[in-house]
């Protein structure tokens, strides 16, 4: 019987999204809900299991990994984009490697949240309700507002749209930025320094790895304007943690949303978790009942398939 394992499913609610007991005659599935506490734990609790399906980025399927789990036959990750997965380590190994769908307007839609609660202190007005205290800050209108958009893909587009029903001016850099996109969004290009000197909300849409590792560090931070935020709702490294500490603890920006993080789960005694102006979330920008309605459905389609022989949705 091929043995399974469903990774990282933290809350125990892979099963409310897919009927696992209608293959357990087929299959052995064990689920884990937890994280692993490093990558020799991940190897000596996954080494008898042919397949993986993964949430996201959440365990690194690294190239040591993959080495050392001699039974893996298939990775099946939600999304169709996972940079956690030595895609090299796993073709020389002939492991197949395969993705879901993925809706992207819960990322946007999560992005507007942090951007609004951010903008009317929605952290510090909530603890203030429970404590009994009544109005004690006051916020900022979007509207004329200076939005700066690292990165204008899919989600960063969506962000745009949403901008300019708030009557905001929207500006976006990246690498590779499609200037015809920006002309289709009346987006206005810009470098990344004027982005940063001149934005009152600055929002992140680019992908993880090396390309922007650090990208916003004190360096960038010090050239802020001190009445601006930062929301992060792509990946975490692309923000130095430490200096965003510092920039968040020392006033040199006004606040910042951030739902992604250099080591996930955040350790409980992080340092942001004592920020007043951080409001931070639980990497839930992808956690909806209809995304993961789509991931555990369709990982369990692509286990069939490359069972049966004919995989879908491979990732090379």
Known sequence: MLKVAILDD??????????????????????????????????????????????????????????????????????????????????KRKIIVSGTEININPTCELTWALILGLARNFKTEIDNMYQGYWQTTV?????????????????????????????????????????????????????KENLIKDSDFISIHVQGGERYKDCITLN???????????????????????????????????????????????????KLRFISNALILPHIGYVTAENYSIFYNQMIENLEACVSGKPIREID
């Open 10 to 91: 933290y809350q125990n609610v892979s099963q409310d999204f897919v009927d696992l007991k209608k293959l357990l005659g087929k299959y052995e599935i064990r689920v884990f809900n937890e994280p692993f506490a490093d990558e020799n734990d991940a190897i000596e609790q996954l080494k008898e299991y042919e397949a993986l399906l993964i949430m996201r980025e959440r365990t690194k399927i690294t190239s040591n990994l993959i080495k050392n789990l001699k039974n893996l036959k298939y990775i099946i990750t939600s999304g169709m984009r996972n940079k956690a997965i030595d895609l090299e380590a796993a073709k």
């Open 220 to 270: 960038e931070f010090d050239k802020m304007k001190k009445t601006t935020y930062l929301i992060n709702t792509s990946r975490g490294p692309i923000v130095n943690e430490d200096d965003l500490i510092i920039a968040l603890s020392t006033n040199v920006i006004a606040g910042a949303g951030i739902d992604v993080y250099g080591k996930e789960p955040l350790p409980e005694g992080h």
């Open 139 to 191: 916020g900022v209108e979007l509207k004329g507002k200076i939005l700066g958009l690292i990165g204008l893909g899919r989600v960063g587009s969506q962000v745009a749209k949403i901008a300019k029903a708030f009557g905001m001016q929207v500006i976006a850099w990246s690498e590779n930025l499609n200037l015809d996109k920006c002309s289709e969004l009346e987006v206005l290009p810009t470098s």
